[in-house]
């Protein structure tokens, strides 16, 4: 299809493994989002790429988050040596910004993490 | 309608009223606002947004106004449906940096 692309959708890991989560961009759009969102909460902000600017990484918890972006294509977000409170669902949205100015996020469906 | 106060986390309306829900932001520098509704199990959808040059734009339904003087924005939706039953979430950004939201709002529409 021609949205966000989100995998795994689902991953329940051990306390202390490392996790990979990816975001397929919708083609074309320069800007891609992580979010975390815990139950019953509200998004919030991870890291911001911006086309070939230096990535926006002010929302990351800690150094065992980190993230990647190859040009304007795929994403990977990396959770090393997880913990229980690591557990979320992890949103990723893309968007097509032209210069400065921002536009609608598309999202995805969402990696569910569930660390045990 | 119903008119709920600067932030209500849970909002309740008969199927045919009409809904406002508010939103405070922080940052005087945004310029950009949107909304966005997310039912349960999905990712936000788009609602609408608005620029910091209006304060008030229309979609099918929906009408966001801005009031730059107070940082308050809200999302009004005319004769609400069982549908629109979700969480709403507010965001706002400054040209070139990250958009973030703020606090949802859950609104419940009985029949």
């Known amino acids: 299809g021609a949205g966000v692309s989100q995998s795994p959708s689902n991953k329940v890991t051990e306390k202390g493994k490392d996790v990979e989560l990816r975001c397929d961009p919708i083609?074309?759009?320069?800007?891609l989002y992580w979010y975390r969102q815990r139950l019953g909460q509200g998004l919030e902000f991870l890291i911001y790429f911006q086309g070939n600017s230096a990535p926006d990484k002010s929302g990351l918890p800690s150094d065992r988050f980190s993230a990647e972006r190859t040009g304007e294509s795929v994403s990977t977000l990396t959770i090393q040596r997880t913990q229980q409170e690591d557990s979320a669902v992890y949103l990723c949205?893309?968007?097509?910004?032209?210069?400065?100015?921002?536009?609608?996020?598309?999202f995805g469906e969402g990696s569910r993490l569930t660390v045990l | 309608g119903e008119s709920v106060g600067l932030h209500l986390p849970t909002l309740s309306v008969q199927e045919g009223d009409n809904s406002i829900i508010n939103c405070a932001y922080s940052?005087?520098?945004?310029?950009?606002f949107i909304w966005y509704k997310q039912e349960s199990g999905k990712g936000p959808q788009f609602i609408i947004d608005?620029?910091?040059?209006?304060d008030k734009r229309q979609g099918q339904r929906v009408t966001v106004l801005l009031n730059k003087t107070v940082k308050h924005l809200s999302l009004q939706i005319a004769a609400t449906q069982p549908g629109d039953s979700a969480v709403y979430f507010c965001?706002?950004?400054?040209?070139?940096?990250?958009?973030?939201f703020g606090k949802g709002t859950t609104l419940s529409v009985s029949s």
């Open positions: 949205a893309s968007s097509l910004v032209a210069g400065k100015v921002t536009g609608e996020l598309f």
């Open positions: 965001a706002e950004n400054q040209a070139g940096t990250a958009l973030i």
């Open positions: 608005i620029r910091s040059n209006m």
């Open positions: 940052n005087s520098a945004s310029d950009y």
């Open positions: 083609s074309g759009h320069t800007a």
